[in-house]
């Protein structure tokens, strides 16, 4: 039988039951490979459920250090009975299925052309542990105990994961150590080991830390300068605030009186958790809140008043799949047109695609100086895919002299030297107006902050004219934000090829990593990230300087394709959508054979 | 409009801002949408305001409020506003004892859209298109008092002298402070059948106590009319000293309020007065225990941990 082969480069997958303790063991085993110096991209595929359903784990060792989803098993863990027969037949051919032989195998699961590894898990659980909820947790460890002989993983390094893990409960860390003890040595006393898929230490991660989207940007919120989030339970949003209130009380609460300078409010919906936000950004505070695509559709009644009032506003979005409630637990990029011209009327969002958690960070803090700076809402446009799995990532960084940007906002004193305010006097000519804030001065600069038209005074008014003057104004406004908004990422020597790639967000790691599959075909392509909507000068030119451009996004419709059509006037043939909406991550398989069968249509 | 209700409600407004020496730039008024939430736009012009989205305020003043401690903030609101389309953000900021004043501009009807009846319309009560209202009314006074509010009271836009020591207590409280003021429009809902009309008002109604709101630096001069008399005490050292009209009742006690108006509303009166207060309100930053400095005014140094808190984070991510 065939055996495959290869030395850190591999996907091993585990099949779990959800809430079964599986998580923690399964980190452990990502992390131990990437303590080795090997770059791992980790991937939950998990249900919309608390417990019970089938869960699975997916991690691709690369030592090219590619970081987006390949398809393929090269090594299933299978501890879930339930989906037996699915995670046998996803294991491709010389692979390994590793399971738990307590019970045997039933024929109709043994095919002839993959290896399997029988380990007793239960057995031996049960065995050396007496507490029930020990013998189902410490199976887990059993399992990694035995990967660590079958795939060549450290032992010190897994040890060592182990004590820091449980640094603050001492007691657990024998236990812990003696279950991975007992899976490596049912390997070695009966199989062969290591596999002909097997992991080395190497040098290749530097730095970098193994981390959520989600913790990033909760952490970018809090350097960002927010004291108040207000928020609305949803998938897979949720971890934004928490990790925000988790660092918050470590770093935010005066040690003398306990008293916490921040607010976290769980709000009664998404319209409320928006609706505090902007009383505390109108109020000089800078807030914000985390949410998903079905809360964003409860918001934009807000981000209409916000866009159209001119409120500083933060907003989270990591998109799931949709249309509705959807799919709740898997990724998409669906939600674009939606933000990008959120509310009725005339309005345009400003949107940020971050692509890493670096990125979840550094945007997300800087959401906070451009909020500030534009006075409208910045939408921060992650997936569940960026938030909820760990990704490898360049360490984040701060600039200890680095200053809030508070934008145009008028003090007592500036107050003072005023003949009259005017809330929405372009005074500069960028289409940015000044600000106050309530409580500020007793006898100027107050004005009536509204949702109606209003002249320049913040006066209410009907007159065709001033309306016009005013979102023709936003118009100026939206064309500055342009200079201010991280530019997009280029990857072209010089304009030698005819063909170009366009992505964002999630879709980077996999588009970059088929880029360098079709080179190897001899297909070359330049190609673009964008970062940020509206788009730039520099993303009209890419789009003008190639015959044809690939948009490769995670939808159904072209959303991203439809937005540059739209705001460009790019002429659509131009412009050939490369899709993945199956609630999977994309991966460079996927965008290789589309772009190639495409050619070969064509051709 | 002559007559308006909601005219004579700006101007008890204003009046109590004027008693207590409020400065209009400390005190930030905050409405929805409707004829009520237009008001703010007529009164206290050195004011901040915010003229938001309809049945939103509340979530609006709840924001203002954890930014900046400091300010009186002065919700303005109407029966649609508050008691249909808003009635989820109504029910969680007394909840949530947002310390704010809260005032209804209770008439009964849509009167931005051409007299709809609202969900405290009378049963029966024809609308100025002539669809009767088949529902049951929401009393906003009764739901308040069930959902823990701090602070209840109803007044009359004709009542000024009821209504002006109420609004100034209702600033001085610490914590959520309700009025609902039943106020006629003359314009769609001012039939002598109607509860919210001037004839009916003037006719039932009935009240729990006058009133006499009591700055704590002011000397204590009260001249003392016959009957029961309660001094309730607030967090400042101010106090209110309640005249009892209504016997068998404790501005301090939820459960009789709520007797008292289930009684009234039996007789077909309109109860109006203070109709409870807790001394003892904690408004949302002390149960959120936020620190004493308004957060809007705490900067970088205060609120940026610092490269080297960064980089300790980090190691614990690798």
Redesign the interface.
């Given at each position: 039988m065939e055996h495959l082969r290869a030395v850190n480069d591999m996907v091993v997958r585990f099949a779990n039951v959800n809430g079964t303790g599986s998580a923690s063991a399964n980190n452990m085993f990502a992390k131990s490979i990437?303590?080795m110096g090997i770059p791992v991209a980790p991937k939950n595929i998990f249900p919309s459920n608390i417990q019970g359903l089938p869960t699975w784990y997916e991690v691709r060792v690369s030592e090219k250090g590619y970081l987006g989803r390949r398809d393929g098993i090269d090594l299933m863990v299978c501890v879930n009975p339930q989906s037996l027969a699915q995670d046998v037949a996803s294991v491709q051919p010389g692979g390994y299925f590793v399971y738990d032989n307590t019970k045997k195998l039933h024929p109709e699961f043994v095919r002839d052309d993959i290896h399997y590894i029988g380990i007793p898990m239960t057995e031996m659980c049960n065995h050396h542990f007496s507490e029930p909820r020990q013998r189902q947790l410490f199976k887990n460890v059993v399992y990694v105990g035995a990967l660590a002989a079958l795939l060549n993983i450290e032992w010190e390094v897994l040890t060592g994961i182990i004590r820091d893990q449980f640094k603050k409960a001492e007691k657990l860390i024998a236990p812990n150590i003696k279950a991975l003890e007992l899976g490596r040595q049912y390997i070695h006393d009966h199989f062969a080991y290591p596999l002909d898929i097997r992991v080395e230490r190497r040098d290749l991660v530097g730095?970098?830390?193994?981390?959520d989207g989600n913790t990033a940007a909760g952490?970018g919120a809090?350097?960002g300068?927010a004291?108040?989030a207000?928020w609305y339970p949803i998938t897979p949003s949720t971890s934004v605030v928490n990790a925000f209130e988790k660092?918050a009380h470590q770093?935010?609460t005066?040690p003398e009186?306990?008293?916490?300078?921040?607010?976290?409010?769980q709000?009664?919906?998404e319209?409320?958790?928006?609706?505090?936000?902007?009383?505390?950004?109108?109020?000089?505070?800078?807030?914000f809140t985390a949410t998903s695509g079905p809360g964003v559709s409860l918001m934009s009644?807000?981000l209409g008043?916000a866009y159209f009032a001119e409120i500083p506003v933060v907003l989270v979005n990591v998109q799931r799949g949709g249309p509705s409630t959807g799919m709740p637990t898997r990724t998409q990029q669906a939600d674009l047109l939606l933000a990008a011209y959120a509310s009725h009327g005339d309005t345009r969002q400003v949107l940020l695609f971050p692509s890493s958690p670096k990125e979840c960070f550094d945007h997300t803090a800087a959401a906070f100086d451009l909020a500030d700076r534009l006075q409208t809402p910045i939408i921060v446009m992650t997936d569940l895919d960026l938030g909820m799995n760990d990704h490898m990532s360049p360490?984040?960084?701060?600039?200890?002299l680095r200053?809030?940007d508070r934008g145009k906002v008028l003090d007592a004193e500036a107050l003072e030297n005023i003949q009259q305010f005017g809330r929405y006097l372009d005074t500069d000519g960028d289409g940015i107006c000044y600000r106050?804030?309530?409580?500020?001065?007793?006898?100027k600069g107050?004005?009536?902050?509204?949702?109606?038209s209003k002249d320049e005074y913040a006066r209410?008014t009907e007159d065709g004219a001033a309306y016009t003057r005013n979102v023709d104004r936003l118009i100026k406004k939206w064309e500055t934000t342009k200079k201010y908004l991280p530019p997009p990422e280029l990857f072209q020597e010089s304009h030698h090829h005819a063909q170009g790639l366009l992505f964002f967000g999630t879709t980077a790691y996999p588009a970059l990593e088929s880029m360098d599959l079709m080179q190897e075909e001899g297909i070359g392509f330049d190609a673009i990230r964008l970062t940020a909507f509206p788009f730039n000068e520099t993303v009209d030119a890419f789009i003008r300087d190639h015959e044809q451009v690939f948009v490769i996004e995670q939808n159904r419709d072209g959303q991203m394709r439809n937005l540059l059509i739209n705001e460009l006037g790019v002429n659509p043939q131009k412009l050939v959508s490369v899709l993945n909406y199956d609630g999977k991550p994309i991966s460079a398989n996927v965008i290789k054979n589309q772009i190639v069968g495409r050619f070969q249509a064509v051709g | 409009m002559w007559g308006c209700g909601h005219d004579s409600i700006s101007a008890a407004i204003v009046q109590a801002c004027y008693e207590q020496s409020v400065?209009?730039?400390?005190l930030?008024k905050?409405s929805g949408i409707g004829c009520s939430s237009k008001t703010?736009?007529y009164f206290l012009?050195?004011?901040?305001?915010?003229?938001?989205?309809h049945g939103?305020m509340?979530?609006?003043?709840?924001?203002?409020?954890?930014?900046?401690r400091?300010?009186i903030y002065l919700g303005v609101s109407g029966d649609g506003d508050s008691a249909s389309i808003g009635m989820?953000?109504f029910?969680?900021v007394i909840r949530?004892n947002v310390n704010m004043v809260y005032i209804v501009m209770n008439n009964g009807c849509y009167g931005l859209t051409k007299g709809q009846n609202s969900a405290t319309a009378d049963v029966n009560a024809a609308s100025k298109s002539g669809s009767a209202n088949l529902y049951p009314t929401i009393d906003l006074v009764g739901l308040a008092l069930e959902l823990g509010a701090t602070f209840v009271a109803r007044s009359f836009s004709g009542d000024k002298t009821q209504l002006v020591p109420l609004i100034k207590a209702a600033m001085a409280h610490p914590g959520f402070a309700f009025i609902d003021v039943v106020s006629p429009c003359v314009t769609f809902n001012n039939k002598p059948t109607s509860t919210k009309s001037y004839d009916y008002v003037r006719e039932h109604q009935e009240a729990t106590s006058s009133i006499d709101f009591v700055p704590s630096r002011d000397e204590i001069v009260i001249d003392y009319r016959e009957g029961d008399s309660t001094v309730v005490e607030l967090h400042d050292g101010s106090a209110l000293h309640l005249h009892k009209l209504a016997p068998h009742w404790d501005p301090r006690d939820r459960a009789s309020a709520v007797n008292r108006l289930l009684t009234a509303k039996a007789k077909g009166e309109v109860l109006t007065g203070l109709l409870y207060i807790d001394p003892g309100s904690q408004d949302m930053?002390e149960l959120?225990?936020?620190?004493?400095q308004p957060?809007?005014?705490?900067q970088?140094k205060?609120?940026?941990?610092?490269?080297g808190?960064?980089?300790k984070?980090?190691a614990g991510?690798?």
């Amino acid at each position: 039988m065939e055996h495959l082969r290869a030395v850190n480069d591999m996907v091993v997958r585990f099949a779990n039951v959800n809430g079964t303790g599986s998580a923690s063991a399964n980190n452990m085993f990502a992390k131990s490979i990437f303590r080795m110096g090997i770059p791992v991209a980790p991937k939950n595929i998990f249900p919309s459920n608390i417990q019970g359903l089938p869960t699975w784990y997916e991690v691709r060792v690369s030592e090219k250090g590619y970081l987006g989803r390949r398809d393929g098993i090269d090594l299933m863990v299978c501890v879930n009975p339930q989906s037996l027969a699915q995670d046998v037949a996803s294991v491709q051919p010389g692979g390994y299925f590793v399971y738990d032989n307590t019970k045997k195998l039933h024929p109709e699961f043994v095919r002839d052309d993959i290896h399997y590894i029988g380990i007793p898990m239960t057995e031996m659980c049960n065995h050396h542990f007496s507490e029930p909820r020990q013998r189902q947790l410490f199976k887990n460890v059993v399992y990694v105990g035995a990967l660590a002989a079958l795939l060549n993983i450290e032992w010190e390094v897994l040890t060592g994961i182990i004590r820091d893990q449980f640094k603050k409960a001492e007691k657990l860390i024998a236990p812990n150590i003696k279950a991975l003890e007992l899976g490596r040595q049912y390997i070695h006393d009966h199989f062969a080991y290591p596999l002909d898929i097997r992991v080395e230490r190497r040098d290749l991660v530097g730095d970098s830390v193994l981390i959520d989207g989600n913790t990033a940007a909760g952490l970018g919120a809090l350097y960002g300068g927010a004291t108040v989030a207000a928020w609305y339970p949803i998938t897979p949003s949720t971890s934004v605030v928490n990790a925000f209130e988790k660092y918050a009380h470590q770093l935010r609460t005066d040690p003398e009186t306990g008293r916490r300078k921040f607010a976290i409010i769980q709000a009664e919906d998404e319209l409320a958790a928006m609706g505090m936000v902007m009383g505390a950004t109108w109020n000089g505070a800078r807030a914000f809140t985390a949410t998903s695509g079905p809360g964003v559709s409860l918001m934009s009644e807000f981000l209409g008043l916000a866009y159209f009032a001119e409120i500083p506003v933060v907003l989270v979005n990591v998109q799931r799949g949709g249309p509705s409630t959807g799919m709740p637990t898997r990724t998409q990029q669906a939600d674009l047109l939606l933000a990008a011209y959120a509310s009725h009327g005339d309005t345009r969002q400003v949107l940020l695609f971050p692509s890493s958690p670096k990125e979840c960070f550094d945007h997300t803090a800087a959401a906070f100086d451009l909020a500030d700076r534009l006075q409208t809402p910045i939408i921060v446009m992650t997936d569940l895919d960026l938030g909820m799995n760990d990704h490898m990532s360049p360490p984040f960084h701060w600039d200890d002299l680095r200053a809030y940007d508070r934008g145009k906002v008028l003090d007592a004193e500036a107050l003072e030297n005023i003949q009259q305010f005017g809330r929405y006097l372009d005074t500069d000519g960028d289409g940015i107006c000044y600000r106050t804030l309530p409580g500020t001065h007793p006898t100027k600069g107050s004005f009536f902050t509204r949702g109606t038209s209003k002249d320049e005074y913040a006066r209410y008014t009907e007159d065709g004219a001033a309306y016009t003057r005013n979102v023709d104004r936003l118009i100026k406004k939206w064309e500055t934000t342009k200079k201010y908004l991280p530019p997009p990422e280029l990857f072209q020597e010089s304009h030698h090829h005819a063909q170009g790639l366009l992505f964002f967000g999630t879709t980077a790691y996999p588009a970059l990593e088929s880029m360098d599959l079709m080179q190897e075909e001899g297909i070359g392509f330049d190609a673009i990230r964008l970062t940020a909507f509206p788009f730039n000068e520099t993303v009209d030119a890419f789009i003008r300087d190639h015959e044809q451009v690939f948009v490769i996004e995670q939808n159904r419709d072209g959303q991203m394709r439809n937005l540059l059509i739209n705001e460009l006037g790019v002429n659509p043939q131009k412009l050939v959508s490369v899709l993945n909406y199956d609630g999977k991550p994309i991966s460079a398989n996927v965008i290789k054979n589309q772009i190639v069968g495409r050619f070969q249509a064509v051709g | 409009m002559w007559g308006c209700g909601h005219d004579s409600i700006s101007a008890a407004i204003v009046q109590a801002c004027y008693e207590q020496s409020v400065e209009p730039h400390r005190l930030a008024k905050l409405s929805g949408i409707g004829c009520s939430s237009k008001t703010p736009t007529y009164f206290l012009s050195n004011s901040h305001g915010f003229n938001s989205v309809h049945g939103r305020m509340p979530s609006i003043a709840t924001g203002a409020s954890l930014a900046n401690r400091e300010l009186i903030y002065l919700g303005v609101s109407g029966d649609g506003d508050s008691a249909s389309i808003g009635m989820g953000q109504f029910v969680h900021v007394i909840r949530r004892n947002v310390n704010m004043v809260y005032i209804v501009m209770n008439n009964g009807c849509y009167g931005l859209t051409k007299g709809q009846n609202s969900a405290t319309a009378d049963v029966n009560a024809a609308s100025k298109s002539g669809s009767a209202n088949l529902y049951p009314t929401i009393d906003l006074v009764g739901l308040a008092l069930e959902l823990g509010a701090t602070f209840v009271a109803r007044s009359f836009s004709g009542d000024k002298t009821q209504l002006v020591p109420l609004i100034k207590a209702a600033m001085a409280h610490p914590g959520f402070a309700f009025i609902d003021v039943v106020s006629p429009c003359v314009t769609f809902n001012n039939k002598p059948t109607s509860t919210k009309s001037y004839d009916y008002v003037r006719e039932h109604q009935e009240a729990t106590s006058s009133i006499d709101f009591v700055p704590s630096r002011d000397e204590i001069v009260i001249d003392y009319r016959e009957g029961d008399s309660t001094v309730v005490e607030l967090h400042d050292g101010s106090a209110l000293h309640l005249h009892k009209l209504a016997p068998h009742w404790d501005p301090r006690d939820r459960a009789s309020a709520v007797n008292r108006l289930l009684t009234a509303k039996a007789k077909g009166e309109v109860l109006t007065g203070l109709l409870y207060i807790d001394p003892g309100s904690q408004d949302m930053h002390e149960l959120e225990q936020t620190v004493f400095q308004p957060l809007n005014t705490l900067q970088g140094k205060d609120l940026c941990p610092g490269a080297g808190a960064l980089g300790k984070i980090m190691a614990g991510f690798r």
